[in-house]
């Protein structure tokens, strides 16, 4: 019963969220109903295609991550099976945007986890489950610092860092500077 509920909401929200014409129409109905006057105006770069071109680039991108964890996986456990591909693809993905939603967890330290050993069970073994969930967050955090450190690289090279520096170091009241 739950489902037949379910689906139609789901294809409601879809179409709200894919159609920028019927989300800023539900978004200036919203602030109606709190008393909020905002004014949206749909922007001219968003519209249906624009939208499902980016779905589709962040569809891309999570099938070639998850080829990289299958990868990963495989150099650990040889004889992995690549029809676990969308299995372990999809439950990284969603344990990902949970995790990122998790507003108590800084970047979902447990939550990403625990939804990945969820989704995954009885899927894999205990031992690749495991290897999978703890070797994900360290891949990621990994990833997340070298791609840090060629930011700051990029920055120092082009002298950002002295520039915020030199801009602290003179605070301003209205138009006229304090030293």
Do not use: Q
Not at 153 to 175: A, H, M, P, T, V
Request: proline share 3%; charged share 15%; glycine share 8%.
């Amino acid at each position: 019963m739950a489902t037949y509920i379910l689906f139609p909401a789901i294809l409601i929200g879809l179409v709200v969220f894919l159609l920028p014409s019927v989300f800023y129409k539900v978004l200036r109905a919203s602030f109606k109903i709190l008393g909020k006057d905002m004014d949206f105006k749909n922007p001219k770069h968003m519209n249906l295609k624009t939208v499902l071109l980016g779905i589709f680039i962040g569809m891309c991108m999570w099938l070639v991550i998850g080829f990289g964890v299958m990868i990963s996986i495989k150099s650990v456990f040889p004889d992995f099976a690549w029809g676990h591909f969308f299995n372990i693809t999809g439950a990284y993905s969603l344990s990902y945007a949970i995790g990122y939603f998790s507003f108590i967890t800084p970047a979902g330290l447990g939550v990403r986890e625990g939804t990945m050993v969820y989704l995954i069970n009885g899927t894999i073994s205990n031992a690749e489950k495991m290897f999978f969930v703890l070797a994900t967050r360290v891949w990621m955090m990994l990833s997340e610092i070298i791609i840090l450190f060629f930011i700051v690289i990029l920055l120092l090279s082009k002298g950002e860092f002295k520039k915020l520096r030199d801009s602290n170091e003179k605070e301003y009241i209205g138009n006229k500077e304090i030293l």
